[in-house]
C-alpha cells in the first residue's frame, strides 16, 4: 500500500512539475516577445532622433517658423539621447531572452525618454519663455505608446505616472497649468494607458494560447483539444480504458529508401503522414506516434466514445483511399507506386501523458497495442492492406463487409488471433439486419 502510494504522489508530483514547466516556458515566451518589442521600439527611437532633428531644423527653416533655440545644452541633450537610442540598440541586438532582465529593461528606457521630451520642453522655456503644451502632450504620448511592446502592466503605470507627472511639473512651472487643461492631457493619458494594458494583457494572452493550441493540436483531434484547453492538462492523467488501435507501416520501404537521397525520404514521408495523420484526426482519433514508416493512432482516448472501433474501421478505409490518390500521382511522376499494411485491434490499455518535466508526451501502453502491431504484421502473410482482429470486427463490423480469414498464430503470444478482412463500409441500409442480427433483436 505504501509503494502504491508513494507511486500515486510521484506521479501528482510530475504532474505539477509539469505545470510549473509549463508555466516557466509561458513567462519565457513572453520575455522573449518582450526583448523583441524593445527593439523594435529602440529602432523607432531612433528614427524619431532623425524625425524630430528634421522637423526641427529643416522643415522649420524652410517653411519659415521660428526654431527653437540652439546651444551647448541642447547639443549636448540631443547628442546624449541620440548616443542612448544607438546604445540602446546595440545592447538590445545582443540580449537573449530572460525573464528578470525583462522586467526591469524598460526602466531605464521609460525613464530616459520621458526626461528627454521633459528636458526639451523646459530648455526651450527657459531661453524663449514659450512653452506649447500641445507639442509636450504629443510627445509624452508617444511615449508612453512605447509601452504597448512592454513585459508587464506596471511599465504602462510608469509610463503614464512619468508622463502625466512631467507635464503637469512643466504646466505648472512655466505657468501654463489649469486644472481643465491638466486634467483633460492626464485623463487622457490615464485612458492610453488602460487600452494599453488591457490590448497587451488580450494579445500576450491570445499568443499562448495559439501556441499551447497548436502543440495539442498535434496529436489531438480539434474537439479534444478544446476540451483540453478548457479544463487544463489534468483532463489528459492517466486512465485505464477499452480503446481500438491502428497500426500502419509501409511496404518496402527500406528498399525504396535506399534509391531515394535522404532529403527526398523525409519530403515522402512528410506528405504520406500529413495525409494518413489528417485523416486520423477527421474520424476523432489521435496520432500517437510516427514509427520511422509507421504510425500508430488510437480512439476512445482521451475522450470515451462507445463507436471507437467504427471510427478506427473508417479511418483506416479512407487511408486505403487517399493512398490510390497518392500512387495516381507517383506514377504522374514516374515513380514507384506505395504499399501500406493497417492492423486493427481492440482492446484495454492504459493512457497518459508519459515522460519527464523537460519532455513529455500523450500515449498509450498495453498488451493491444502490440497486437495492433501484430496484426498489421499479418497483412504480408495474408496478401491483404487491412486486418482487423476479431474484438474490433465484433465492436463495429456490422457496418463493415469483410471476410473471416480464421485463426492465426502470432509472435509472442501462445493465443491464436481472429482476424477478418475489411474491404468496405456497408450502406446503412444493409449495415442494420446485420447489427440487429448480431444484438440478438
Given at each position: 500500500m505504501r509503494r502504491r502510494d508513494k507511486g500515486r504522489q510521484h506521479g501528482r508530483d510530475t504532474t505539477v512539475a509539469r505545470f510549473a514547466q509549463r508555466r516557466a516556458n509561458e513567462v519565457l515566451v513572453?520575455?522573449?516577445?518582450?526583448?523583441?518589442?524593445?527593439?523594435?521600439?529602440?529602432?523607432?527611437?531612433?528614427?524619431?532622433?532623425?524625425?524630430?532633428?528634421?522637423?526641427?531644423m529643416v522643415i522649420a527653416q524652410f517653411f519659415g517658423d521660428e526654431r527653437p533655440p540652439f546651444d551647448l545644452l541642447r547639443g549636448f541633450i540631443i547628442a546624449a539621447y541620440a548616443s542612448f537610442a544607438v546604445g540602446a540598440l546595440i545592447v538590445l541586438r545582443f540580449q537573449q531572452p530572460h525573464a528578470r532582465r525583462a522586467k526591469w529593461l524598460p526602466l531605464p528606457t521609460t525613464v530616459a525618454d520621458t526626461g528627454f521630451f521633459a528636458l526639451m520642453a523646459w530648455h526651450t522655456f527657459s531661453r524663449t519663455k514659450q512653452f506649447d503644451p500641445g507639442m509636450l502632450a504629443a510627445s509624452l504620448g508617444m511615449v508612453l505608446a512605447f509601452s504597448v511592446a512592454r513585459y508587464s502592466w506596471l511599465h504602462v503605470v510608469l509610463s503614464t505616472t512619468l508622463s502625466s507627472i512631467a507635464y503637469?511639473?512643466?504646466?505648472?512651472?512655466?505657468?501654463?497649468?489649469?486644472?481643465?487643461?491638466?486634467?483633460?492631457?492626464?485623463?487622457?493619458?490615464?485612458?492610453?494607458?488602460?487600452?494599453?494594458?488591457?490590448?497587451n494583457a488580450e494579445v500576450g494572452g491570445m499568443f499562448l494560447i495559439l501556441r499551447r493550441r497548436d502543440g495539442l493540436s498535434r496529436f489531438l483531434p480539434k474537439q479534444v483539444v478544446e476540451r483540453v484547453m478548457r479544463l487544463g492538462d489534468e483532463s489528459l492523467q492517466p486512465v485505464q480504458r477499452e480503446v481500438t488501435i491502428l497500426f500502419s507501416d509501409i511496404r518496402d520501404f527500406t528498399a525504396l529508401s535506399e534509391t531515394l537521397q535522404p532529403r527526398q525520404v523525409l519530403e515522402l514521408l512528410d506528405e504520406y503522414f500529413g495525409h494518413m495523420g489528417h485523416i486520423v484526426m477527421a474520424h476523432d482519433g489521435v496520432v500517437n506516434k510516427f514509427l520511422g514508416d509507421g504510425m500508430l493512432a488510437c480512439w476512445g482516448v482521451p475522450d470515451h466514445r462507445a463507436d471507437h472501433a467504427e471510427l478506427a474501421m473508417r479511418a483506416a478505409l479512407d487511408m486505403r483511399a487517399k493512398l490510390e490518390e497518392i500512387n495516381a500521382h507517383r506514377e504522374q511522376q514516374g515513380q514507384p507506386r506505395l504499399r501500406i499494411g493497417i492492423g486493427l485491434h481492440t482492446g484495454v490499455v492504459a493512457a497518459g501523458m508519459l515522460g519527464g518535466v523537460e519532455q513529455y508526451e500523450y500515449t498509450v501502453i498495453g498488451d493491444a497495442v502490440n497486437l495492433a502491431s501484430r496484426v498489421e504484421g499479418l497483412t504480408k502473410v495474408h496478401g491483404v492492406d487491412i486486418l482487423v482482429s476479431e474484438s474490433t470486427w465484433k465492436k463495429g463490423g456490422g457496418r463493415f463487409s469483410g471476410e473471416c480469414l480464421g485463426q492465426t498464430n502470432v509472435r509472442g503470444r501462445r493465443e491464436a488471433v481472429v482476424v477478418y478482412t475489411l474491404e468496405a463500409r456497408l450502406p446503412a441500409s444493409e449495415a442494420l439486419p446485420v447489427l440487429a442480427a448480431a444484438s440478438g433483436t
Open positions: 513572453m520575455a522573449e516577445s518582450s526583448l523583441k518589442g524593445e527593439r523594435r521600439v529602440a529602432i523607432i527611437r531612433i528614427v524619431l532622433v532623425v524625425l524630430l532633428t528634421l522637423s526641427q503637469l511639473t512643466l504646466s505648472v512651472m512655466t505657468g501654463h497649468f489649469s486644472p481643465m487643461r491638466g486634467s483633460f492631457v492626464v485623463f487622457c493619458f490615464v485612458a492610453l494607458g488602460g487600452l494599453i494594458v488591457l490590448t
